[in-house]
C-alpha cells in the first residue's frame, strides 16, 4: 500500500461524501479507492468511514485522523515547492470555475500571458453561472460576481465591476426611451431576468441619484441564469438590461445598445475569487490568485478606477 496514496484517497472520500466522486476527481477507479481506505483502515486498526447503502459518512476517529491527513498532504506540497526549481515555477493541474461572460470576455483572451508566465500549470476551466459545490466536485477555486453567500469559503476581493442600464435601438423603438427609473414598472416595459443562482430568483437592482433612489425588478418576457445568455436577450431587443461595464462597452461603442438613465448611479458588483477552508493554498493556486488580483486590476479595480 503506497501510504500517500491511500491517504490523498480517504481525504477525497471524506470531502466528496463518496468513493465514486472520489475516485472521478483522482482519475482511478472506484474499487482502487475502496482498496486503498481498506488497506488504511487495516493499517491503523481503526474505522475510518461508516458506510451504507446510501452514503459515507466518516466516524469520529476518522474526522481526527482526517485533519492531520490534512496537514501531512499540505506539507508535503509546500515540501516540494520550496524546492528552488518548483519555487520558481509552480506546476499542476488547478480546477477553476468562473462567470461565463468573464471567461470569454477577460479572462481566456488574456491566457496566452499567464502561460508565458506558468508555463506548467494546467488548468481546469470550468465556465458557468451556477452554483459551484468546491469540495463535492474537488475544484480549487471559483470566481464570482456579487456578494458571497457562502461563509465557509476563504474569500478574497478581487475587483469591483461598474454597472449601467442599457437596452437596444430596436427594444427602445418598440417601447419608447424610459427618462426615469420607475417607468420600468409601467406594463409596456419589459428587462431580461436575471436568475442568480445562489439565491434561485431575480435580484432587484437599487439606483441613487440625487438623494433619491429606486430598487427596482421590473417584469420580464424572459428569464435566464447565464450571463451570455442574459446579454444575447437583450442584444435581441427583449427587454433592458443592467450590466457590467466590461460585458456593454463594444456593444455601446457600435451602437447595439443604448445606455439609460446616466445621471443615475449603481453600487458596483464585487468580485471575490474563492475557496475552501480546507484547501492548502499551494504555490500554483497562489500564483493564480494573484494573477486574477493584477488581471482585475486592469479591468475593475476595487478602488473603483478606470474600467476598460
Known sequence: MDRFDAMQAFARVVETGSFTKAAETLGTSRTSVTQLVQQLEARLRVRLLNRTTR???????????????????????DAETSLSGASASPRGRLRVDVPSPFA??????????????YPDIQLDLGVSDRTVDLIGENVDCVVRG?????????????????????????????????????????????????VWARAGKAAPYAMRCEGESNSLLGRYALSVDDGNAYL?????????????????????????????????????MPMYIAFPPNRHVSAKLRAFIDWIVELMAKHAPVDGGHVS
Open 146 to 194: 456579487g456578494e458571497l453567500t457562502d461563509q465557509s469559503l476563504v474569500a478574497r476581493r478581487v475587483g469591483e465591476l461598474q454597472l449601467g442600464v442599457y437596452a437596444a435601438p430596436g427594444y427602445l423603438e418598440r417601447a419608447g426611451t424610459p427618462q426615469h427609473p420607475r417607468e420600468l414598472e409601467d406594463s409596456h416595459h419589459r428587462i431580461v431576468g436575471f
Open 104 to 117: 470569454r470576455l477577460i479572462l481566456i483572451p488574456a491566457l496566452p500571458a499567464f502561460y508565458a508566465r
Open 55 to 77: 452514503k459515507v459518512g466518516v466516524t469520529a476517529d476518522g474526522a481526527v485522523y482526517y485533519e492531520h491527513v490534512l496537514r501531512l498532504l499540505a506539507d508535503l506540497d
Open 232 to 268: 444575447a436577450a437583450g442584444l435581441a431587443g427583449l427587454g433592458v438590461l443592467w450590466l457590467p461595464h466590461y460585458m456593454s462597452a463594444e456593444h455601446a461603442t457600435r451602437g447595439e445598445l443604448v445606455p439609460l438613465f446616466e445621471g443615475w448611479r449603481l453600487d458596483p
